[in-house]
């Protein structure tokens, strides 16, 4: 059973930063990416960044570059998000997710197989 499992959330100021955590169990493929996604109240969820497991192919979101940094453990299939200078449109529960069949481009992460984590919750406000 794929299990993902998230850390790090919380509340902070604008401006501020935080550090988000993933771990991953029960993957048996070695062909598969890990990404970031958050789903903010009344909105469409959102692909953040993923990280293919072979070479370390990676997309982020224009919606959060340079601002974002995403990095990853292969063998430990561990992932974490780093966040700085976080705005109030970031506020969102954030997931983790495990991909399978799917495919990394400049302009996405695409799948037909996704595990999610429960998700962990931003709060950017003043």
């Known amino acids: 059973e794929v299990q993902l499992v998230e850390s790090g959330g919380g509340w902070v100021q604008p401006g501020g930063s935080l550090r988000l955590s993933c771990t991953a169990s029960?993957?048996?493929?070695?062909?598969?990416?890990l990404g970031w996604f958050r789903q903010a109240p009344g909105k469409e969820r959102e692909g953040l960044s993923c990280?293919?497991?072979?070479?370390?192919?990676?997309y982020i979101a224009n919606s959060v570059k340079g601002r974002f940094t995403v990095s990853s453990d292969n063998p430990k299939k561990a992932l974490t998000l780093e966040m700085a200078d976080l705005k109030a449109e970031d506020t969102a529960v954030y997931y983790c997710?495990?991909?399978?069949?799917?495919?990394?481009?400049?302009?996405?992460?695409?799948?037909?197989?996704?595990?999610w984590g429960n998700g962990t919750q931003v709060t950017v406000s003043s």
């Open positions: 990280i293919r497991s072979g070479d370390g192919r990676s």
């Open positions: 997710a495990a991909l399978l069949d799917y495919a990394v481009a400049d302009y996405g992460c695409f799948y037909n197989t996704a595990y």
């Open positions: 029960g993957i048996t493929s070695d062909d598969f990416a």
